[in-house]
């Protein structure tokens, strides 16, 4: 059965303030290839690995930037978001590989002569190979160490870099790895790592913050946050209250010195629990021991089927949870709640899928929900698409098409999708622009989550 996206776009004439960042976003694991001296490349490696494909090449990325930034800057994109591979910069404690940085200087050269502002993140998910053998997040010297790398990349940047992302997604890291709740590594499961690594994380937003501002006062320096949309029935509010706590409100508080915040929301989440359950959880609640037992195992399996988060009859996305683009309004307006003023970039938003007017729709509907907040007084100051190019989703492999340009796997061939050149003409124009005309709208009811 095919299903027709019923969506067509109201022409409006939204203007987005003077300066606003126009962009894409890339992680280094996740297009680069060979990242080889990382924790992930062992870990997608590893016998009984939960990941679907190894990264292996990814989409050669470390090589083919110069092509791949020529296709940005032609879709009239101003900002390029990319992460610098701590793995690569200091493959073995202390031992900085210069071409490593050479290759990152002359990339962000590259990114500026193109015209596109860059954004730089110093920590997207990977590790050295040898920080995670000592623990990871886990280790109390992780934090430091990772500063100082941090302000090794800060000065060899130099003022090539105006804008800084610190830890990308601290909340993932801690609850995806360390509480083993998306298969990344580390793959501990207990309440007791996924508290340390909240901590080690903290510490390390903290004095990643300090290097990058120490090595470069005039930049502009802040953590991106994964944040969703959260709604909880009566019962499922105490279980919905310490998700959003540990995920997100940990480290938006340990960040009111950054110099943005950095918001990435893909869709709404909803806690829903039926009476035994809730009964349940909330005595464990009362006993500190009990539930740190019973908590870890059963936010596991309620990650593992997204759909069940969703509302019964919601459309999904390829990934599994619900179609939600205006659930970024929400995050935005959480942030401005809980640290007035501040400013906001949204570092990322976006949609596996394999339907050209679904992203089309998604881009259009998520920038109106921004434009509405920055009327209300919002300091948004930038909208970066998740992702440029399709990429290596983590242990969901190559399945997932994020990208505003595909890239075929076995030629490596990128080809521009239509979308691709709406947010890129917002850049020219200052408004947003007319959502181009829908390029194949049928998507199969086999993806629809039918409660
Ligand atoms: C991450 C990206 C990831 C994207 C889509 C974010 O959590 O920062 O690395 O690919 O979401 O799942």
Redesign the pocket.
């Known amino acids: 059965m095919v299903v027709r996206s019923p969506y067509a776009p109201v022409v409006t004439d939204l203007v987005f303030p003077e300066g606003f960042l126009w962009g894409a976003?890339t992680?280094a694991h996740?297009v680069e290839g060979n990242n080889a001296a990382s924790d992930w490349w062992d870990w997608e490696r590893r016998p009984g690995t939960p990941c679907v494909d190894e990264s292996g090449i990814a989409i050669d990325h470390y090589h083919r930037y110069p092509e791949d930034i020529a296709i940005l800057a032609g879709l009239g994109l101003n900002a390029y978001r990319y992460s610098v591979e701590w793995a690569r910069v200091e493959p073995d404690e202390g031992a900085i590989d210069a071409r490593a940085l050479d290759h990152y200087r002359r990339m962000t050269d590259a990114v500026r002569t193109a015209g596109l502002t860059p954004l730089v993140t110093l920590h997207?998910?990977t590790l050295p190979r040898w920080v995670a053998a000592r623990g990871g997040w886990l280790d109390p010297a992780t934090p430091a160490r990772f500063a100082r790398y941090c302000e090794t990349v800060v000065r060899a940047l130099g003022d090539r870099v105006d804008w800084y992302c610190t830890i990308?997604?601290p909340g993932?890291v801690a609850f995806g790895g360390y509480l083993g709740a998306l298969d990344f590594p580390p793959g501990t499961h207990d309440a007791g790592s996924w508290d340390r690594a909240i901590k080690g994380l903290v510490a390390g937003l903290r004095l990643s913050l300090a290097a990058v501002k120490g090595a470069r006062p005039e930049a502009r320096a802040g953590a991106?946050h994964?944040m969703h949309e959260w709604e909880a029935d009566e019962g499922g509010r105490p279980m919905m209250e310490f998700l959003r706590g540990r995920n997100e409100d940990v480290f938006l508080a340990a960040c009111g010195g950054d110099d943005f915040v950095g918001v990435?929301t893909?869709t709404r989440v909803g806690v829903r629990l039926g009476t035994v359950t809730t009964g349940l959880l909330r005595a464990a609640m009362l006993a500190p021991w009990l539930w740190r037992r019973v908590a870890p195992p059963f936010i596991r399996r309620s990650t593992k089927n997204p759909a069940g988060s969703a509302p019964p009859g919601a459309r999904l996305t390829d990934?599994g949870y619900e179609y939600r683009p205006e659930a970024v309004a929400a995050t935005i307006r959480r942030v401005a709640t809980l640290l007035p003023g501040k400013d906001i970039v949204v570092t990322?938003h976006?949609v596996?899928t394999g339907d050209d007017a679904e992203r089309v729709e998604f881009i259009d509907r998520g920038l109106r929900a921004i434009h509405a907040e920055i009327g209300a007084g919002a300091p948004v100051r930038g909208y970066v698409h998740?992702?440029a190019f399709d990429?290596?989703?983590?242990a969901?492999g190559y399945g997932?098409r994020?990208g505003l340009v595909g890239v075929d796997r076995t030629t490596l061939e990128r080809t521009v999708r239509p979308p691709a050149r709406f947010p890129g003409e917002g850049a020219s124009t200052g408004r947003l622009p007319d959502a181009p005309p829908p390029g194949s709208p049928e998507r199969t009811a086999s993806a629809t989550n039918r409660g």
């Open positions: 976003a992680a996740q997207h998910f990308n997604e993932v991106t994964s990435q893909y990934m990322e976006g596996a998740w992702s990429n290596f989703e983590w969901r997932m994020f």
